[in-house]
C-alpha cells in the first residue's frame, strides 16, 4: 500500500504540471523496489492499468502466495488515493 500512496503523489503532482495522469511509470519516475525474485525485499509488482486527463489506475501483484492457497494478492490505486484490494489472499 505504501507503493501504491507513492504512485498516487507521483500521479497527483504529474497531473498538476501536465494536466493529464502519466500514461506509464518512467513518466513520473516511480522505480519500483526489487523483488525478493530480484534478491530484493518487494513481495509485489507495479504497473499502471490505464491513465487518461482525469482518472488512472495502478495495481500491486503478489508474487508471493502468503498463505499458500494459490491466489496472489492483489491491490489497486486510482486518481481519488485510497488503495482497494481487489483479490484477497
Avoid at 500514461?23 to 490505464?50: C, H, M, Q, W
Avoid at 491513465?51 to 491491490?75: C, H, K, P, Q
Wanted: hydrophobic share 35%.
Amino acid at each position: 500500500q505504501v507503493q501504491l500512496k507513492a504512485i498516487y503523489n507521483a500521479q497527483t503532482t504529474h497531473r498538476y504540471m501536465h494536466s493529464k495522469y502519466a500514461k506509464n511509470l518512467t513518466e513520473i519516475d516511480f522505480e519500483p523496489p526489487r523483488t525478493v525474485i530480484e534478491n530484493g525485499t518487494a513481495n509485489y509488482t507495479y504497473s499502471l492499468i490505464s491513465a487518461d486527463n482525469v482518472s488512472f489506475t495502478a495495481r500491486a501483484e503478489a508474487i508471493t502466495d502468503f498463505d499458500g492457497d494459490g491466489v496472489l494478492n492483489v491491490w489497486e490505486i486510482d486518481e481519488l488515493g485510497i488503495p482497494k484490494q481487489i483479490v484477497k489472499d
